[in-house]
């Protein structure tokens, strides 16, 4: 079992910066991809972006390249989000998932454990 918490969500103008944080729990999160996703009022939730176990490979929405970093540091049991140069278009409810089988990055379907969601609002 892994839970997930995120953090880091907020307010923010265009342009400006947030980094978003997922702490998980039990020993095995370094095992698991872990994706980001997020869900607008309205849409279906989207991915973002993902990184494998060993930080090795990273995937990322068309949307979000050369915008959003995504890395992990497996001695905290943490993966991040740094989001750059943020848009309206971005604003959403944010969630971290954590994938046992990590060969499907892309799909909601295939993460087993998500975290309950931070709020993500840039202004116009």
């Known amino acids: 079992q892994v839970q997930l918490v995120e953090s880091g969500g907020g307010l923010v103008q265009a342009g400006g910066s947030l980094r978003l944080s997922c702490a998980a729990s039990?020993?095995?999160?370094?095992?698991?991809?872990m994706g980001w996703f997020r869900q607008a009022p309205g849409k279906e939730r989207e991915f973002v972006a993902a990184?494998?176990?060993?930080?090795?490979?990273?995937y990322y929405a068309d949307s979000v390249k050369g915008r959003f970093t995504i890395s992990r540091d497996n001695a905290k049991n943490t993966v991040y989000l740094q989001m750059n140069s943020l848009k309206p278009e971005d604003t959403a409810v944010y969630y971290c998932a954590a994938d046992r089988g990590g060969d499907r990055p892309y799909n909601d379907y295939t993460y087993d454990y998500w975290g309950q969601g931070t709020q993500v609002t840039v202004s116009s």
């Open positions: 990184i494998s176990w060993s930080g090795g490979t990273l």
């Open positions: 039990g020993r095995t999160f370094s095992s698991y991809l």
